[in-house]
Structure formats: structure tokens, C-alpha cells
């Protein structure tokens, strides 16, 4: 029975349980007023949950990418450099990839759109406000300022304080956001249940997300052959650790929510460097979302062809998967971050009303979950991608001295 005991079989069963609270409170098969004492009760520990794993997220942020900086050494500048290039080439590959698949698919599909008729969820009993102590994008900045400060400079105290604190977030990590995870996706599969997203909305998308999901498994294929290829390693020894990731990335719809297990998955490889996975794990869960990107620009191909009767132009296509790409950067690794970061470009370069908008943010939540998987998924290609790097250009491995 151990195997129950792992964190992929409680991620599962999580999901299980989740949907069938949820299926069933939706049958109405219990007094109203129970009904909705239980509901209540589930969004409440949802709530909560989601604001504790939010609040650690910039504590895992600065704990995990701050020391490894310092620990690159005169490297740090040269390593942060070359995981921005491969983070926004990789999003707008898939980006363009999508994009020609949209010009080749969508004309031929038939599609028709009902975003009506949702359950009302009930309100929270309460609400237990646990603000993050900055933003994910501020987190992620300080981490990168503070650690190639402390690396010019040689400041071998803060350097000593920043690899305390990781061992402090580490704790944090292994003894509350991963316990609590199971039952944060549970109440999240429950609420989905229970409103009719997963009986009601989901079909009425189907065949765009089958094919969304074609593409991430796609577009995560070259980027695993492409890493393998260049650091001359082999990467099923990478992506055969990343099932807890992938589903718990499918449970949170969040990045960064994801990020413990992200990493306690990259370490079991013994093909990435451990100094390249606490630099890279980290800084791609909130700079690399080609899943996402991936998705969204297939979805506005479909929303603009439904409403408006036609594909958008190819140059117009282009400049937005270009600026796209720039503004997956910097979206929070949240859920929905991505499309709600675009928004600006969805008006402005696309020029859909509010009817576009709405939809396009509706569709886009369906497989929300997916694009957030092939984006954490995508991660461990990219870490591989640095450890080659940093073994082809003899830059030095440092010793870390734990594991998740």
C-alpha cells in the first residue's frame, strides 16, 4: 500500500473524491440548506488553502533563485540571460505553432458556443486574507537584483544569510504547501463539479481542447528532443519524473503553485545539475508558459472566426504571438495569469469588444489546468537545456547540499 502513500496517488484521489463531493451536492439529493452549509464549507477551506500557497510563493521565489545567483558566481548574469532567450523562444515557437495549426484546423471545424447555465457556488463562510508579502513578478525581480548584487559585490554574508533562508523555505515547502496541496486540488475539483464547468462547459469546446492538448504534448516533444539533442543527455530521464508536477499543475492551474513539486520532481533526475534545477525550476515557473501561450492563440483564432466571421491576418497574427511571447515573461504564474496579462494585446492588436474578451477568458479557463501543465512540464527541457550549457561552456557545479 505504499504507493497510496505517494503524492501522485493522493493528487488522483484528490481529484476523485473532489468531483464526486461535487457531482453529487449538484444532484440536490440533500436539503437545500445542508446543500449549501457543505458548499460553503468546501469554498471556505479552498479559499484558505489557495491564500496560504499563494502567500509562500514569493518566499519559495527569493529562497530558491536569490542563492542560487550567488551561487553561479561571475556565471549568474550569463545563466539568467541564456534562460530568458530560452524562455521566450520557446513561447513563441509555440505561439507560431499554434498559429499555423489555427490557419490549417479552424476553418474546417464546426463549432458552436454556450457559456450559459452555470451552478451559482456559494459564498465562503469567511474569508482569511493572508496577503503575499510583495507579488510574484516583485519577488522574482528582487531575487534576481539581490542576487547578482551579492555576487558582483562578493558579500559573503548576505550570500551566507540568502543559502539560510533556502534551507528555511525548504522547511516550508516539504512540511505545509506539499501536505496541503491534495486537499487544496480536492475542493478545487469539487467547486468545478458542482457549478457544471466540467459537465456543462467543457463539452461545448471539446474538439479545440483535444487539439490544444495535441499541441502541448507536441510542442513539450521538441522541446524534450531538442534538450536531449544539445546537452547529449538523455531526456526521458527528466519528463518520467514529472507526473506529480503535471497533475498537480492540472489541479492548482497555477505555476507557481506548482513550483514545490516542480522541483522535488527535478531532483529525483540524475541528468540535470542540482544548481541548474534551484536556479532554473524556479525562475521558468514564472517566465516560461508555452502551454499557455500555446493555447491562447489558438483560442482567439477560434473566438474571432465564431464572432466575427473570419481568422485574423497573418501579420497581425505574428505581431501578437511576438508581444505575447514578451508578455508571458512577465504574467504572474497564476491562474489565468497569462490571457489576463494579454488582455491589452487581445483588444488592441486583435480589436475584440467585450463579447470577444468574455468569451475568449471563458474558453480559456476550460483547460486552464492543461496549459499550466505543459508549462511546468516544459520546465525540466529548459533546465536540461541549461545544464548542457553550463557543462559545454566548463562552468563549475556547485554543491547544494539538500533535497526536496
Keep these: 500500500m ?7 496517488a493522493k493528487l488522483v ?12 451536492l449538484a444532484t440536490d439529493t440533500l436539503p437545500p440548506a445542508l446543500n449549501t452549509g457543505v458548499m460553503q464549507v468546501i469554498v471556505t477551506v479552498k479559499y484558505i488553502l489557495n491564500q496560504l500557497i499563494n502567500f509562500c510563493v514569493p518566499l519559495i521565489i527569493i529562497g530558491f533563485i536569490a542563492p542560487s545567483i550567488t551561487k553561479l558566481g561571475s556565471n549568474a548574469s550569463r545563466m539568467l540571460s541564456v534562460a ?3 524562455a521566450y523562444v520557446s513561447s513563441l515557437c509555440a505561439a507560431l505553432l499554434s498559429a499555423g495549426a489555427g490557419f490549417v484546423l479552424i476553418p474546417n471545424l464546426h463549432i458552436a458556443s454556450s457559456v450559459d447555465g452555470l451552478r451559482e457556488v456559494p459564498e465562503a463562510v469567511f474569508q482569511l486574507d493572508i496577503p503575499q508579502i510583495m507579488s510574484v ?5 528582487i531575487s534576481v537584483m539581490v542576487g547578482l548584487a551579492a555576487t558582483l559585490s562578493k558579500a559573503t554574508v548576505i550570500s551566507q544569510a540568502l543559502e539560510e533562508f533556502q534551507r528555511i523555505v525548504l522547511l516550508i515547502v516539504t512540511g505545509v504547501v506539499i501536505p496541503i496541496l491534495p486537499i487544496f486540488i480536492s475542493a478545487t475539483f469539487c467547486t468545478l463539479a458542482f457549478e457544471g464547468t466540467i459537465t456543462k462547459q467543457l463539452p461545448v469546446f471539446l474538439i479545440v481542447v483535444i487539439i490544444v492538448m495535441i499541441g502541448h504534448y ?3 516533444a521538441v522541446l524534450y528532443g531538442i534538450a536531449g539533442a544539445y546537452s547529449g543527455k538523455n531526456p526521458l530521464d527528466v519528463l518520467r519524473h ?4 503535471y497533475i498537480t499543475a492540472v489541479g492548482t492551474m497555477s505555476s507557481a503553485a506548482t513550483l514545490a513539486v516542480a522541483l522535488r520532481c527535478a531532483k529525483k533526475s540524475k541528468v540535470l545539475r542540482r544548481d541548474m534545477i534551484d536556479f532554473g525550476i524556479p525562475l521558468f515557473a514564472n517566465i516560461h508558459l508555452c502551454g499557455s501561450v500555446l493555447t491562447e492563440v489558438f483560442f482567439v483564432m477560434v473566438v474571432s472566426k465564431i464572432l466575427y466571421g473570419s481568422l485574423p491576418s ?3 497574427l505574428i ?11 512577465g504574467a504572474p504564474g497564476v491562474p489565468g495569469g497569462t490571457v489576463m496579462a494579454s488582455l491589452g494585446l487581445i483588444t488592441g492588436i486583435l480589436r475584440f469588444d467585450d463579447a470577444g474578451t468574455a468569451l475568449m477568458l471563458t474558453i480559456f479557463a476550460l483547460q486552464d489546468s492543461f496549459g499550466t501543465a505543459c508549462n511546468v512540464t516544459g520546465d525540466g527541457a529548459l533546465t536540461l537545456m541549461l545544464t548542457g550549457y553550463a557543462e559545454k561552456h566548463n562552468i563549475k557545479e556547485q554543491n547544494i547540499n539538500f533535497s526536496l
Design 137 to 141: 513578478m516583485s519577488a522574482l525581480v
Design 2 to 8: 505504499k504507493i497510496l502513500k505517494s503524492l501522485p
Design 314 to 316: 497573418a501579420g497581425t
Design 242 to 245: 514529472y507526473g506529480p508536477a
Design 84 to 86: 530568458l532567450i530560452l
Design 13 to 24: 484521489l484528490g481529484v476523485i473524491i473532489g468531483m464526486v463531493i461535487g457531482l453529487f
Design 319 to 329: 505581431l501578437f504571438c511576438a508581444l505575447l511571447g514578451v508578455f508571458a515573461i
Design 218 to 220: 507536441l510542442w513539450l
